[in-house]
């Protein structure tokens, strides 16, 4: 039995790609074969602060990867937005809606590659602060301040509060 009073150790593993000075085209494939898929889930869950812009460029981008020129699953967009749009933005505009600016920034990529379109999608999050955290939902009672559910997100930069709704730091 845990009891308020009583130590309880948890451990959890970090596993993160930790970046280096690299140019070889080894260390490039690598980092986008990695960062891609550690970063993705927490883009789709949105934890990351993101305007519409950068969600329908990003959108654009996961697209091309998943299905690279191929336009027959444009129909099929709004079926998809779980996997091209952080979760709780879908509902901030129509599907169709997502579909045709999805689809505008797909053509504004024409020509982009499989790994290019990874290599976009990771320098457009790079930029944020979050980028590369590791993110934990936690429930707090304890603060009236803060809302009951937030965001600890660990990363290069130490540990940050974010309430989830708002994507904000909290004030410390």
């Not at 981008?61 to 091209?84: A, G, H, Q, T």
Request: include cysteine; charged fraction near 30%.
């Amino acid at each position: 039995m845990v009891g308020p009073n009583m130590g309880v150790r948890q451990e959890r593993p970090l596993l993160r790609v930790v970046g280096k000075e690299s140019t070889s085209s080894s260390s490039l494939h690598a980092c986008h074969r990695l960062c891609l898929w550690q970063e993705l889930p927490k883009y789709l869950r949105g934890y990351h602060k993101c305007t519409r812009e950068e969600v329908l460029q990003l959108g654009a981008l996961i697209y091309r990867v998943k299905f690279e020129e191929d336009k027959s699953y444009f129909p099929s967009i709004p079926k998809l937005l779980r996997e091209l749009v952080p979760q709780d933005l879908i509902r901030q505009i129509s599907p169709d809606d997502w579909k045709r600016s999805i689809v505008a920034y797909f053509n504004k990529h024409a020509g982009k590659s499989k790994e290019e379109a990874k290599l976009a999608f990771l320098r457009l999050i790079f930029k944020w602060p979050t980028f590369g955290s590791a993110f934990f939902e936690v429930k707090q009672t304890t603060e009236p301040n803060f809302p009951e559910i937030l965001l600890i997100a660990i990363n290069k930069y130490g540990v940050s509060l974010i309430d989830p709704r708002t994507k904000e730091r909290t004030k410390e």
